[in-house]
């Protein structure tokens, strides 16, 4: 009997797990995927290292910051900072036509910045950035408030409101169209205030240390071990099956499966609404270069862009992706430290967004044509917004909804999860809690932080 | 358990929770939240580390006498009076 089993070995599901373990709970955290990570996952190809999501690390702090959710985070899991070895962005934009943003790990280049290009939004965006500092985390109401209808009535330029929203969205919206007030808050400190950051050895350095401290304080971690039901009696569970059939029980669940794919699990609920299921999900190329992006003009650590003054954050009308907006990430282009120099390749990732099902219904043959053929259209459009680095290409590779399904088993491959997030963690069993992405933070720092307060709240109260 | 026992209890403790801060300069008199921007889940589990290494309870409504060295020692010295350092 366990004190509690863990569903999903992601970032929050680790550090869940590390919580509980380190207060002498027996824990298991069970996988389906045969590796670790969740939608944070790495692989190898051609003797070369891939990471899945990541492309930067939010909620950048420096060494020595002890505000903030990455200090917060390392002192509850116990680690140093130099244990994610964290190198900061050289900076970032966000590239409309004819307008861009630049912006970096310090607020004051983003403000000269809309100084400059938005003289008359100065005092807007300082009173932005007041409402900012005073949203309250855990308010479930002010949480749900329009994101848009509270930029509409702090800034009144459009376009200033359409360029801030893109990174945000882009990193962390799992609506379509608009933002709930909390995650845009959230997001916006996470990006703007507190940055990016990677470390010089990508998403498998984090989810190494957190292995290897769950496994040492005596957690179990099965992979290839997915969840069949969970078997409910009453108001509680009271053991999971996996796909062998085999049983196992636990005191209590903490699930990062996600909401709606955790009461589906459930023995007792009937399917629930497909509707409320996330929609947003991409196809992502790695191109990967014979040289260092930086020697072809490009320094840019991420580029945000968009093809019209009106940000389009939504799943595609027709086609199989939508490259009207995109993410443009070179991992070479952050300060690393002398010692470790740069990545042996050169990196470009385009993201781009795409339409589950309609890449779920392709034949193999098809799929593989496709994949193909949306490597170039997705390149080719965001050449606009940064140097052709089409004639460095030495190897490349794409990942699709399908792709990103497999390793997150997020219902239609969504990124970010269902909209409706579930802030305080509970279901509909007083046994049965959810972490990760559905129940509000997003990012390697936030679901990790998810883990840490479930954990905290629901199963270590004496 | 002395409270300069005690008090070396509680460095270990914070030294776990926070390997990047440098406690040899603590002042015992100041609040932890000041100089070391403890928050409410830290202060929790210094609570939590009590019971799993010396099975001391601190009750929630005792939590404010955690707001200093000093006031910790002054208020664990009866609680960890058989407690013996490990």
């Known amino acids: 009997m366990y004190d509690t089993i863990i569903i999903g070995a992601g970032m929050s599901g680790l550090a869940a797990g590390i919580r509980l373990a380190h207060y002498d709970q027996k824990v298991c955290i069970l996988e389906r995927h045969y590796t670790i990570g969740g939608l944070n996952s790495f692989y190898r190809m051609n003797g070369r290292d891939y990471d899945v999501g990541l492309h930067a690390v939010t909620n950048f702090t420096a060494k020595g910051a002890r505000k903030g959710p990455l200090a917060r985070i390392l002192r509850q899991l116990r680690f140093k900072w130099d244990d994610f070895a964290l190198a900061p962005q050289k900076g970032s934009r966000i590239a409309f036509p004819n307008t861009e943003l630049r912006f970096d790990n310090d607020i004051d280049l983003l403000r000269s910045e809309i100084k400059q290009t938005f003289p008359s939004q100065v005092d807007n965006f300082e009173a932005l950035l007041e409402k900012i500092s005073d949203y309250d985390d855990l308010d479930q109401a002010a949480f749900e408030l329009s994101g848009r209808k509270v930029l509409e009535e702090t800034i009144s330029d459009p376009l200033l409101i359409e360029m801030i929203l893109c990174p945000l969205m882009w990193y962390g919206n799992a609506a379509e169209h608009d933002m709930a007030w909390g995650q845009f808050c959230i997001m916006f400190r996470s990006i703007f205030i507190e940055g990016f950051a990677r470390p010089f050895k990508g998403v498998r350095l984090i989810l190494k240390n957190l292995v290897k401290r769950f496994r040492g304080l005596g957690g179990e971690l099965k992979l290839r071990s997915g969840v069949k039901t969970i078997h409910v009696d009453g108001d509680q569970a009271v053991c999971v099956e996996l796909d062998t059939g085999e049983q196992i029980q636990g005191k209590r669940i903490l699930s990062s499966a996600g909401n709606l794919e955790t009461l589906r699990l459930c023995s007792d609920t009937s399917e629930p609404d497909p509707r409320s299921a996330g929609q947003l999900t991409f196809i992502e190329s790695i191109s990967i270069l014979d040289r260092q992006p930086e020697s072809i003009g490009n320094s840019d650590t991420i580029v945000f862009y968009n093809d019209s003054d009106k940000f389009h954050w939504e799943r595609p009308t027709d086609g199989l992706c939508d490259t009207r907006t995109g993410v443009i990430c070179s991992p070479n282009n952050y300060e690393y430290s002398d010692e470790d120099g740069n990545l042996t390749d050169g990196v470009v990732r385009i993201t781009t967004i795409a339409d589950f099902d309609r890449w779920n219904a392709l034949s193999p043959e098809d799929y593989q044509r496709e994949k193909l053929r949306w490597y170039d259209r997705s390149v080719a459009e965001s050449i606009k917004y940064t140097p052709d680095f089409r004639a460095f290409v030495i190897d490349t590779d794409l990942f699709t909804p399908t792709t990103i399904s497999r390793f997150t088993w997020h219902d239609n491959g969504a990124v970010y999860g269902a909209p409706a997030k579930v802030l305080d963690g509970t279901t509909h069993l007083k046994n049965v809690f959810l972490c990760g992405t559905d129940q509000g933070f997003v990012g390697i720092i936030g679901a990790m932080m998810s883990g840490i307060s479930m954990a905290n709240l629901h199963c270590l109260r004496p | ?86």
């Open chain 2, 1 to 86: 358990m002395a409270p300069e026992e005690i008090r070396n209890v509680i460095i270990d403790i914070l030294t776990d929770i926070a390997p990047d801060e440098d406690l040899t300069s603590l002042k015992d008199e100041i609040d932890f939240r000041e100089q070391l921007e403890l928050d409410s889940m830290d202060f929790l589990d210094i609570v939590m580390e009590l019971r799993k290494r010396y099975s001391v309870n601190v009750p929630e409504e005792d939590y404010p006498q955690l707001a200093s060295m000093a006031s910790t020692v002054t208020y664990l010295t009866p609680k960890m009076v058989d407690c013996v350092a490990s």
